[in-house]
C-alpha cells in the first residue's frame, strides 16, 4: 500500500509541475525581449496572479518530487516526473484551443521512454547509503559551465532557438536541483530528521540558489518563444543532470554491456526523437500565438485601424482616390 501511495504521489507532483509550467509560459510570453536575462523579467512576474498561480502549482510538485526521491530509487521517479509533458499537453489544448495529434502525444511517450532507458542502466543506493562528499560535487560546476554556455549562445539568437537552449540551461539547472535535494534529504536522515541541520550545511544553501537560477532561466527561456520549443528542452536537460550527479557524486553504478549500451543509445537516440516531435506541437504553439495575439503590451493603446490603409477605406473614397480627387490619408503629424 505504500508503494502505490509514493507511485501517486509521484504521478501527483508530475500533474503539479505541467500545470505550473504552462501558467507560467502563458504569462512569461508576454515580457518583451529586451528583458531577455534580467531580472526585471522576475520583478514583472511577481504581480501577475495566473504565474504566482502557476509558481504555487510547481513549487508544490516539486516538494512531491522530494518525497518521491526519498522513498523511490530515482529509476522510477525520473519517468513518472517526466510525464509533465503529458499534463501540460492536456492542459495547453483547451488553453490554446488546438487539436492535440497522436504524434505529439507520442512524442512525449517516447521522450518519457528515453529517460527510463537512461535510468534503468544504472543501479542506484538507497538514500544515506551514498558517499554524496563535497570534493565529487566538480561535476556539478561542469553542468552548470555547459548551462551557462547554451544559455549564452541562445543569447545571440531570437525566437525558437534561444527558448531551446536557455531552457536547456534550465533544465541542465534543475538537474543539479535535483542531486542537491538527494543531498539534502541524505543529511536530513542521518540526523533524524532534525531541520536545524539544514541552517548548517551548505547543500541547503546550494538549493536554494539552483532553484532560483532554474526558475530565473525558465522564465526567460518562456518569454523567448513558444512552450514547444523550451519545455522539451527542459525536460531533457533535467534527466541527463540528474543521472551524471547520480553517477559521480553519489557512486551509482552503470552497467557497462553490450546490451545495457545498447540500451543507453536507445535511450539517448528516444530523448532525442521525444524532443523533436513535442517541439512540434500545435498546442503548445497556438499557446504562444494565443498569448501574443490576445494579450496587449504594456502601456499599448488599440487605436482601431489607421487611416489610409489600404482595403479598410470607405467606398466613397476609393472611388474618389481613382478619379485622383482625394489622397490617402498620411500618418497624423
Not at 504555487?56 to 522513498?71: E, F, K, P, Q, R
Not at 466613397?316 to 481613382?322: A, N, P
Given at each position: 500500500?505504500?508503494?502505490?501511495?509514493?507511485?501517486?504521489?509521484?504521478?501527483?507532483?508530475?500533474?503539479?509541475?505541467?500545470?505550473?509550467?504552462?501558467?507560467?509560459?502563458?504569462?512569461?510570453?508576454?515580457?518583451?525581449?529586451?528583458?531577455?536575462?534580467?531580472?526585471?523579467?522576475?520583478?514583472?512576474?511577481?504581480?501577475?496572479?495566473?504565474?504566482?498561480?502557476?509558481?504555487?502549482?510547481?513549487?508544490?510538485?516539486?516538494?512531491?518530487?522530494?518525497?518521491?526521491?526519498?522513498?523511490?530509487?530515482?529509476?522510477?521517479?525520473?519517468?513518472l516526473l517526466t510525464t509533465y509533458l503529458i499534463w501540460a499537453l492536456v492542459l495547453a489544448v483547451p488553453m490554446s484551443r488546438q487539436a492535440v495529434r497522436v504524434?505529439?502525444?507520442?512524442?512525449?511517450?517516447?521522450?518519457?521512454?528515453?529517460?527510463?532507458?537512461?535510468?534503468?542502466?544504472?543501479?542506484?543506493?538507497?538514500?544515506?547509503?551514498?558517499?554524496?562528499?563535497?570534493?565529487?560535487?566538480?561535476?556539478?560546476?561542469?553542468?552548470?559551465?555547459?548551462?551557462?554556455?547554451?544559455?549564452?549562445?541562445?543569447?545571440r539568437w531570437g525566437g525558437p532557438v534561444r527558448a531551446t537552449l536557455t531552457g536547456l540551461g534550465a533544465g541542465l539547472v534543475f538537474g543539479v536541483q535535483d542531486?542537491?535535494?538527494?543531498?539534502?534529504?541524505?543529511?536530513?536522515?542521518?540526523?533524524?530528521?532534525?531541520?536545524?541541520?539544514?541552517?548548517?550545511?551548505?547543500?541547503?544553501?546550494?538549493?536554494?540558489?539552483?532553484?532560483?537560477?532554474?526558475?530565473?532561466?525558465?522564465?526567460?527561456?518562456?518569454?523567448?518563444?513558444?512552450?514547444?520549443?523550451?519545455?522539451?528542452?527542459?525536460?531533457?536537460?533535467?534527466?541527463?543532470?540528474?543521472?551524471?550527479?547520480?553517477?559521480?557524486?553519489?557512486?551509482?553504478?552503470?552497467?557497462?554491456?553490450?546490451?545495457?549500451?545498447?540500451?543507453?543509445?536507445?535511450?539517448?537516440?528516444?530523448?532525442?526523437?521525444?524532443?523533436?516531435?513535442?517541439?512540434?506541437?500545435?498546442?503548445?504553439?497556438?499557446?504562444?500565438?494565443?498569448?501574443r495575439v490576445t494579450v496587449p503590451r504594456a502601456g499599448h493603446v488599440d487605436h482601431g485601424p489607421a487611416e489610409g490603409t489600404p482595403g479598410l477605406t470607405t467606398?466613397?473614397?476609393?472611388?474618389?482616390?481613382?478619379?485622383?480627387?482625394?489622397?490617402?490619408?498620411?500618418?497624423?503629424?
Amino acid at each position: 500500500m505504500d508503494l502505490d501511495v509514493d507511485y501517486a504521489t509521484t504521478l501527483v507532483a508530475a500533474v503539479l509541475l505541467g500545470i505550473g509550467f504552462v501558467l507560467q509560459q502563458y504569462s512569461a510570453e508576454q515580457e518583451p525581449a529586451s528583458r531577455f536575462l534580467t531580472l526585471r523579467i522576475l520583478t514583472d512576474l511577481l504581480g501577475k496572479p495566473r504565474w504566482l498561480l502557476g509558481i504555487g502549482c510547481m513549487v508544490a510538485g516539486y516538494v512531491l518530487a522530494a518525497w518521491s526521491i526519498g522513498h523511490l530509487e530515482l529509476t522510477l521517479v525520473e519517468p513518472l516526473l517526466t510525464t509533465y509533458l503529458i499534463w501540460a499537453l492536456v492542459l495547453a489544448v483547451p488553453m490554446s484551443r488546438q487539436a492535440v495529434r497522436v504524434t505529439e502525444v507520442a512524442g512525449a511517450l517516447i521522450l518519457i521512454g528515453g529517460v527510463t532507458l537512461l535510468s534503468v542502466t544504472r543501479s542506484t543506493k538507497p538514500v544515506g547509503l551514498s558517499f554524496g562528499s563535497f570534493s565529487h560535487w566538480y561535476a556539478a560546476a561542469i553542468i552548470a559551465g555547459i548551462a551557462f554556455a547554451a544559455v549564452q549562445a541562445g543569447h545571440r539568437w531570437g525566437g525558437p532557438v534561444r527558448a531551446t537552449l536557455t531552457g536547456l540551461g534550465a533544465g541542465l539547472v534543475f538537474g543539479v536541483q535535483d542531486a542537491l535535494t538527494r543531498q539534502t534529504l541524505e543529511i536530513l536522515e542521518k540526523h533524524s530528521y532534525s531541520f536545524r541541520t539544514l541552517f548548517t550545511s551548505w547543500p541547503a544553501y546550494a538549493l536554494a540558489g539552483a532553484g532560483i537560477v532554474g526558475i530565473w532561466l525558465m522564465q526567460n527561456a518562456f518569454s523567448a518563444g513558444p512552450l514547444r520549443a523550451s519545455l522539451p528542452a527542459i525536460a531533457a536537460g533535467e534527466p541527463v543532470a540528474g543521472i551524471a550527479l547520480g553517477i559521480v557524486v553519489f557512486g551509482d553504478r552503470v552497467q557497462v554491456s553490450p546490451g545495457m549500451l545498447a540500451i543507453e543509445a536507445g535511450g539517448i537516440a528516444a530523448l532525442i526523437v521525444g524532443v523533436v516531435a513535442v517541439a512540434r506541437s500545435s498546442a503548445f504553439g497556438g499557446l504562444g500565438r494565443m498569448t501574443r495575439v490576445t494579450v496587449p503590451r504594456a502601456g499599448h493603446v488599440d487605436h482601431g485601424p489607421a487611416e489610409g490603409t489600404p482595403g479598410l477605406t470607405t467606398p466613397g473614397q476609393r472611388r474618389r482616390q481613382k478619379r485622383g480627387r482625394v489622397r490617402t490619408p498620411t500618418s497624423d503629424r
